[in-house]
């Protein structure tokens, strides 16, 4: 199998508060992790990339001050919305790409974390 | 111009007929293709992942994928009402370099009963 799992599931948070959300790869070792965002009928929106050991590669108009995205392990990313404002209210999916799928790019994705900013 | 382009639908189809889905990439030198479920207030799930030129089946599911017109699709046989939901197509430029996904907008399905 390759599954990954999002905690929490669901948020809600004062504006100004920090959260964090963990992506966790549950049978497999993924170095390169992927955190999405999507807002209400819309497609996915790539944030960042995310490697284990090095620093993550942010698209182009993410605020990586904002945004801190941190792979400390092969199973582990996180990401962290500092300073949240209501604006962030989201749907945020991370996915991972299997360390073992040498000849596939596929990316599997985990359930996602609904975040509320109040 | 859109990396990925899907018509957005709705594509309505009755139970038991076939559903084809159409995606377009701009990017020649894309290797990797696959397709992606998702349900309202979900994740994606992979459905099926395509490399090579030619159809790939698997089960209801049949992905084809023709490099030199830049065109992916997939046709789902013997559609469900389990089966409406969003369709997303996500293309990767790489084969092995853990290349991001580029998506379309995706494409909702509805399988009336």
């Known amino acids: 199998g390759a599954v990954v799992s999002q905690h929490p599931s669901r948020v809600i948070c004062k504006s100004g508060t920090s959260v964090k959300i963990e992506c966790r790869s549950l049978d497999f070792q993924a170095t390169t992790m992927f955190w999405y965002r999507q807002f209400p009928k819309q497609s996915l929106m790539l944030m960042a990339t995310s490697n284990e050991g090095s620093k993550a590669t942010y698209e182009q108009g993410v605020e990586k001050d904002k945004f801190l995205i941190n792979h400390a392990s092969l199973t582990l990313s996180t990401l962290t919305v500092t300073s949240a404002h209501p604006e962030d209210s989201s749907f945020y999916i991370c996915?991972?790409?299997?360390?073992?799928?040498?000849?596939?790019?596929?990316?599997?994705f985990g359930p996602g974390t609904r975040l509320l900013v109040l | 111009q859109k990396e990925v382009e899907q018509n957005s639908g709705p594509l309505s189809v009755p139970e038991g007929a076939i559903a084809s889905l159409n995606c377009t990439y701009s990017d020649r030198g894309s290797q990797s293709f696959f397709w992606y479920r998702q349900y309202s207030g979900k994740s994606p799930e992979l459905i099926m992942s395509?490399?090579?030129?030619g159809d790939k089946e698997d089960g209801r599911f049949t992905a084809q994928l023709n490099k030199a017109s830049q065109y992916v699709s997939l046709l789902i046989r013997d559609s469900q009402p389990s089966d409406s939901a969003t369709y997303l197509c996500a293309v990767a430029r790489g084969l092995y370099n853990f290349n991001k996904f580029y998506f379309g907008s995706g494409t909702k399905l509805n399988v009336k009963p």
């Open positions: 395509i490399y090579s030129n």
């Open positions: 996915s991972a790409r299997a360390d073992r799928d040498r000849d596939q790019e596929t990316q599997y």
